[in-house]
C-alpha cells in the first residue's frame, strides 16, 4: 500500500490530523490496520461521539435587527 493512501485511510477512521498518523504509521512500519489499532489502544482517538457535550441554540428578533447564539 501507497504511504499517501495507508494515511487517508488511517485519517479517515480515526479523525486525527496528519503529524499524528505520519508518527503512529512510522511506529507500525505503514501498516494502516495496526496503526489504527494503535492509536486506540494509546487513546489518541476518543471513543465517544463528537457533539455530545452540549446544544447550539439561535435567536433572530421578528424586526431581523437583534440576533443572538
Not at 25 to 38: G, R, S
Request: aromatic letters at 8%.
Amino acid at each position: 500500500m501507497d504511504k499517501i493512501e495507508a494515511v487517508k485511510q488511517v485519517r479517515s477512521k480515526t479523525g486525527l490530523g496528519i503529524f499524528e498518523v505520519k508518527k503512529a504509521l512510522e511506529a507500525c512500519k505503514w501498516d494502516a490496520a495496526v496503526a489504527i489499532q494503535y492509536l486506540y489502544s494509546n487513546a489518541k482517538v476518543p471513543n465517544k461521539p463528537v457533539g455530545t457535550a452540549g446544544a447550539l441554540f439561535s435567536y433572530v428578533h421578528h424586526n431581523r435587527k437583534i440576533g443572538a447564539i
